[in-house]
């Protein structure tokens, strides 16, 4: 089948791009001397898990209970949740899933902890517990410092938990457009990390997990010595977010290739518009507007729930019926939104994998 | 069940409320002598679109062909589908709809009808076809005049096809938040349809069905007397986008009720901030952030894709745990990323349904 027959509004990946993409991250891991724990909240994907752990992944990470749960399900053994679980039902499917496969999950109170101890105790489990610092004021976590301490005190006393470390995922970073302005923000958690390190030592508190990182600090995390796994998701698709980063040279941050695209074809045509049957309910919007690949002259304009309007050229070539492609501004919740990720090989189609972690978000 | 059992993030339905909007509008259609055909688009559950047709709905609109199977599957008899359908795939599966339910498509070109002629005649079935207008240069359709009859002129023509009428969907009006923007931008259309109708009439060409108008301007619409129906979508759940638009006296245009809300988790709390579990793959952030439910203070600053980050006073109530309920800036998108409608009754769970077209963007 080729690409061009398949349906659209459609999921298309570029399985040599992917693999690329993939083996560059695994390479950089290793030459960094981190453990790679890709973050499978972009693909949702359990084959593509399989692909990252295959080229030796430690595990993977994802934020839900219910992603958890498909990832195990496919057969991942290894699973941290880098965010907060609350509420008495979804810990004991963590409590649950930890009978089964190593699971962790980060907290940043003390009555979470409690409550993860009866949930692990309850189901004959161990859960392994990470303090997540509060990087930037940016979403969850903890402030530097005591609280963090006592946190970890908390879980190694815990017959039923692990202390497995800290979270320091530098959210805000991901997206500074200045490769310099990354590094200085990366800098500052890493004295935040280095300064709870200190602290734990003192009170005798081995800490031998420091993870966090993304796509945009996956090179920059590392460089202290202090990071000991990184998180990066975006690197497997990337999207036309990232791509307004710059690297080091102010040259744009090309480390990975776009692999994934969203495929649309031109239902309505008049002079200088292209109306798409892609809108906001095959591409999240939430962030920003998707550009069109590089073979299509045109800007995407403005969206409906299932249009795209395109502000073309008058006398551009797209004639009604045509597909094009869109890279989406932002990936993760663009695949959210489908149930099939199809992948072709120069513009064959290879496979389709299921989105299985589709809609997995208690 | 209580509702404050239910996992979060997820749609909750308060079934009174959504009774309540349902009979309003099915009185309003019957009082403006219009037909009511409401939009599926919105809710995508079968249940719900036969309390439509129990309270004597003409049947029901959509965008999408995958869209009508589902409706059809579930034993509507009457789906329009308000949009081109473009591809020799997505006609086959029209055509096959059209021969065992009454199915309606728009064109805006020739070629269009031609396409659409060869899918029904293969398919031994008969299809509706209704010329769509481009009002106000919103996504697809041709302009009036000429155009709207050449199409029309092709329709009759085209044995396996039935000119169905006109499609006037006045998209820019809907949120357009005075009253009398909204009721100048509905002159407007009514003034284009009016000469369309005029034109088709002098070439003998019978236009039964004049159709359009959203939860914006159902009362507007069909004030002229030249609609024949109408499409209100929103109406049934309401969201925060509509909540902006103002009544005839300015007053807040509260004709229907919230019925929807997303309930969300306190995953995480510091003073000052409270962080929910519900980001942009639980309500869709494409036009605006969602806003709490009056119950709750505080204001929805930001989000990732699986966190809310709320702004709330520094005394505020609102423990780690504690519930709250948002309601989407728009919720069409937002119930597309959900498998479930939980619907309650007071506090109590009365139904879940499946929002069974949740994803069909083909």
């Known amino acids: 089948m080729h690409a061009s027959e398949v349906g659209t509004p459609a999921l298309i990946v570029d399985l ?10 695994a ?21 593509i898990a399989h ?17 958890a749960e498909v990832f195990v399900d496919g057969g991942v053994g290894d699973v941290l949740i880098s965010n907060e679980i609350v509420g008495r039902d979804k810990l004991a499917r963590v ?14 109170t003390v009555s979470n902890v409690a409550d993860l101890q009866a949930a692990a105790e309850e189901a004959g489990s161990s859960i392994g517990v990470l303090v997540e610092l509060n990087t930037a004021d940016y979403r969850a976590g903890v402030a530097t410092g005591e609280p963090v301490v006592r946190l970890a005190a908390e879980v190694v006393k815990a017959d039923s938990l692990r202390f497995a470390g800290l979270q320091a995922y530098n959210g805000p970073a991901q997206h500074m457009r200045s490769y310099q302005d990354r590094q200085s923000s990366v800098a500052e958690v890493g004295r935040a990390v280095e300064r709870s390190l200190s602290l734990l030592g003192r009170e005798g508190i081995r800490c031998d997990t420091v993870t966090g990182a993304g796509t945009g600090t996956y090179d920059l995390d590392p460089i202290g010595g202090l990071f000991t796994e990184v998180q990066p ?17 102010d040259e744009p941050f090309r480390n990975f290739e ?3 695209h969203v495929s649309a074809t031109v239902m309505s ?17 939430g962030n920003g507007l998707p550009v069109l690949a590089a073979e299509t002259d045109g800007v995407f304009e403005r969206f409906g729930d299932e249009h795209g309007t395109l502000r073309v050229p008058d006398d551009h070539a797209v004639r009604l ?42």
Request: glycine share 8%.
């Open 16 to 25: 040599s791009a992917l693999d690329r993409n993939l083996s560059l991250m």
């Open 27 to 47: 390479d950089a891991a290793s030459r960094l001397g981190v453990d790679l724990r890709p973050h499978a909240k972009t693909h949702k994907c359990v084959e």
């Open 51 to 67: 692909l990252q752990l295959n080229l030796g992944a430690a595990g993977i990470a994802c934020q839900k209970a219910s992603e």
């Open 95 to 108: 409590a649950e899933l930890a009978q089964r496969a190593t699971i962790a999950v980060c907290v940043d």
């Open 233 to 249: 998701g975006t690197y497997v698709f990337m999207d036309a977010d990232y791509a307004e980063n710059r690297n080091a040279s």
């Open 258 to 260: 776009q692999s994934l």
């Open 269 to 285: 045509r008049r002079p200088g518009v292209a109306v798409l049957d892609a809108g906001s309910k095959a591409i999240a919007m």
């Open 321 to 362: 019926g045509d597909q094009v492609r869109l890279i989406p501004y932002n990936c993760d919740p663009t695949v959210n939104l489908h149930d099939w990720l199809v992948g072709i090989r120069g513009e064959v189609v290879e496979c389709v994998w299921p989105v299985a972690a589709r809609g997995a978000i208690l």
